[in-house]
């Protein structure tokens, strides 16, 4: 409904002190068109929300890996797991590892599918728009973009 039909409906129950049959109809129409454009934000809130908390998730998953390839390189750089055992025989601890330690981490990687940078802010880590492939909604700057292009 247009800002003009909303206020000739304004004027029209102003004067009368009711609504004559097609303003009504127009009121409800109106309504119901809200009510539906209400529930698609919904949907759609509720697919971000989803989103966030799958991030959140990838987030607590990627710590935990970044905490174990700490621990991995604190052992490899540790001058005590280097040294030979007392009076010079045997492995270090570092070789009788073999480097199994690293290998381990290694097979955990994977590779994560890259999003593109916010073109606002450049932020990083995006979240996908939950119908609309390659749209983007970028949390710090609260903007929306496509993939592809500089600005939207």
């Not at 409904?1 to 004067?15: A, Q, S, Y």
């Not at 991030?55 to 001058?79: G, M, P, S």
């Not at 601890?93 to 990687?109: C, Q």
């Amino acid at each position: 409904m247009t800002p003009e039909r909303i206020e000739e409906i304004k004027m029209l129950f102003n004067t009368m002190k009711f609504l004559p049959y097609g303003a009504s109809c127009d009121v409800l129409a109106a309504l119901e068109e809200s009510e539906q454009q209400n529930n698609v934000w919904q949907f759609e809130a509720n697919q971000w929300l989803n989103d966030l908390v799958e991030k959140t998730v990838e987030l607590a998953e990627a710590q935990q890996t970044i905490a174990r390839q700490q621990e991995a390189l604190d052992f490899y750089a540790n001058q005590e797991h280097w040294e030979l055992p007392s009076f010079g025989r045997g492995q270090s601890k570092v070789t009788s590892d073999r480097g199994s330690k690293a290998r381990e981490l290694l097979k955990e990687v994977t590779t994560m599918p890259v999003t593109p940078n916010c073109p606002t802010c450049g932020n990083q880590h995006p979240i996908n728009h939950p119908s609309r492939p390659g749209i983007y909604l970028c949390v710090p700057c609260d903007y929306v973009y496509e993939e592809g292009s500089d600005k939207s």
